[in-house]
Structure formats: C-alpha cells, structure tokens
C-alpha cells in the first residue's frame, strides 16, 4: 500500500508569492494534519482536517489555510511569502475515531523563499 | 497538551543497546506515549506506542513506570542506520491531531 504521498517534493518561490502543497493520505485515513518544520527544530503543527472540516489549528498566521477534498486529499496554501516559510512541510494521516492511531507522515515538500 | 524533555544529544555503538529517557510531568489520564524517528529529509516514523508497563514490537521496547510521568524508549544492538532523531510525545492524536514535538534526541550510532 502506498503510503502519505505529498508534491511537490522541492518547491522555490519568490517572497510575496502563494504556494499550494498537496497530499495524499493514506487509502482509508480520513484525517490529514499539516506540519510545519523548521531546520534544525521538531515539526510544529499548523492544521488539522477531518471530513473537510479544520479539527484543530495551531498558531499560525491567516496567511496559512488548508482544505480537505471528498476523497480526503488536502491542501496546503500560503499567501505572501516571507522567507521565515522556508521550511519543510509535512504532511500525516490518521484514522480518526480509532483509540490513538499513530500519524503518518510523507516525506514531506522543502519551500526555499528566496 | 504535555510538554516533554528528553536529551539532546547521545552518543552509542554499534551493537550497543540505547536508552533514551523522556519526562513528561504533565501527562494526562487520556495520553499515549509516541515515539518518533527521523532521518534527515524524511518525515518522522512511527516507532511505538503505549499507554502504561511495557510495549514491545520488532524494533524497540517503551517502558513506562506506573505514575506515568516518564518513559523509556529501548533499542536493542543499534546499528549505524539508527543514527536520527529520536522524538517523544505525549497526547490524545485521535482528539485534534495535533502532537507538540519537542527538539527531539539526535543518536549518533558509530562504528
């Protein structure tokens, strides 16, 4: 089974610009949460989403939203981009519902802001 | 949620069994223990998971005191591919998905 598929893997941007970062979870996973890890630190949460609706939000600008799709897919957007966003982004998956199941995560897309 | 600590830094051999110990005062009734590898340029990967005593799958052991407040994550004869990150992290993931990753513990395996 193929697991947390995110794209782009590399992505280098402009500051101002938008960027949109896509993930697939994995077959049967309804929720998707969005990470976000800075070199050298641990992932800091930025959303999560659950039967296209935001279950939880971490402290983040408005700058960042998300949204889920019918077949659980997610997006990623990010507005005006400051070089402080280069980052990786992560993305995981998880059945909800289901007494503490483990995150997956794909490998994640690296954004230079330059 | 609850913060974690655990070190940041140690170093082992090859071969070696490796004890990285996370506290976690604050732990509340509802908390898993998770813990986490990274390599560089990879998302993290799910080691193991427990609640209380002892979990045990086919690439560690997690320990955990009955008061709950600390645990111990075992890797037995590591191997120069354990060299990572090593995370710990406490929560109810099914509740919001959301986990708070602390630095983490970066194993340095040598040969």
């Known amino acids: 089974d193929a697991g947390v598929t995110q794209s782009p893997t590399h992505l280098i941007k402009t500051r101002g610009q938008h960027v949109t970062l896509r993930c697939s979870p994995i077959?049967?996973?309804?929720?998707v949460s969005w990470y976000q890890q800075v070199l050298g630190q641990g992932p800091q949460f930025i959303f999560q989403?659950?039967?296209?609706?935001?279950?939880g939000r971490g402290n983040f600008p408005d700058r960042f939203s998300a949204r889920q799709f019918p077949n659980y897919s997610s997006e990623l957007n990010v507005n005006a981009l400051l070089l402080g966003d280069s980052a990786l982004y992560l993305c995981?998956?998880?059945?909800?519902?289901?007494?503490?199941?483990?995150?997956?995560f794909g490998n994640g897309t690296r954004l230079t802001v330059t | 949620l609850a913060k974690t600590t655990q070190p940041i830094s140690m170093d082992s051999y090859e071969g070696q069994e490796v004890n990285i110990t996370c506290s976690h005062n604050?732990?509340?009734?509802?908390?898993?223990i998770t813990w986490y590898q990274q390599f560089p340029s990879q998302g993290p990967r799910f080691i193991i998971q427990g609640y209380k005593t002892k979990v045990t799958n086919e690439v560690a052991s997690l320990f955990i005191p009955a008061d709950r407040k600390s645990s111990t994550l075992s890797l037995p004869r590591v191997s120069l591919s354990d060299t990572a990150v090593y995370y710990c992290?406490?929560?109810?993931?099914?509740?919001?998905?959301?986990?708070?990753f602390g630095q983490g513990t970066t194993l340095q395996v040598k040969p």
């Open positions: 995981a998956s998880s059945l909800i519902r289901v007494d503490n199941s483990p995150l997956h």
């Open positions: 604050n732990i509340a009734t509802n908390d898993y």
């Open positions: 989403y659950y039967e296209k609706e935001e279950r």
């Open positions: 077959s049967g996973h309804k929720s």
């Open positions: 992290l406490v929560g109810d993931v099914s509740n919001t998905g959301k986990l708070i």
